[in-house]
Nanobody, 128 residues
């Protein structure tokens, strides 16, 4: 059984920082690309960032106005089977449930349908 368990969410003021963690079990973590997605109330789930399984290449969402590129950093520790999302300069628009996901095939995909496993999510709320 594969489990992805997110933690680190919470309430923070605009301009603050949070670090999300996602601990994986039941899979060969180093064989999976890992991604972070988020879903705000009333909106569709959207891509945030992804990191490759081996050399740690990364790709961030930068195609919409509320870009996370330059503010968020994705990283991973294969020994701990954990992926992280460091979020700085948070804005109220970043308020959402954040999900981590694992993808066995392909490379650095921003498409949620291509991910194999998902966590339950952690709530991030940014107050103005």
């Amino acid at each position: 059984q594969v489990y992805l368990v997110e933690s680190g969410g919470g309430l923070v003021q605009a301009g603050g920082s949070l670090r999300l963690s996602c601990a994986a079990s039941g899979l060969t973590f180093s064989s999976y690309d890992m991604g972070w997605f988020r879903q705000a109330p009333g909106k569709e789930r959207e891509f945030v960032a992804t990191i490759s399984r081996s050399v740690g290449s990364t790709y961030y969402a930068d195609s919409y106005a509320d870009s996370v590129k330059g503010r968020f950093t994705i990283s991973r520790d294969n020994a701990k089977k954990t992926v992280y999302l460091q979020m700085n300069s948070l804005k109220p628009e970043d308020t959402a449930v954040y999900y981590c996901a694992a993808r066995r095939r392909g490379f650095l995909s921003p498409y949620d349908v291509q991910y194999d496993y998902w966590g339950q999510g952690t709530q991030v709320t940014v107050s103005s």
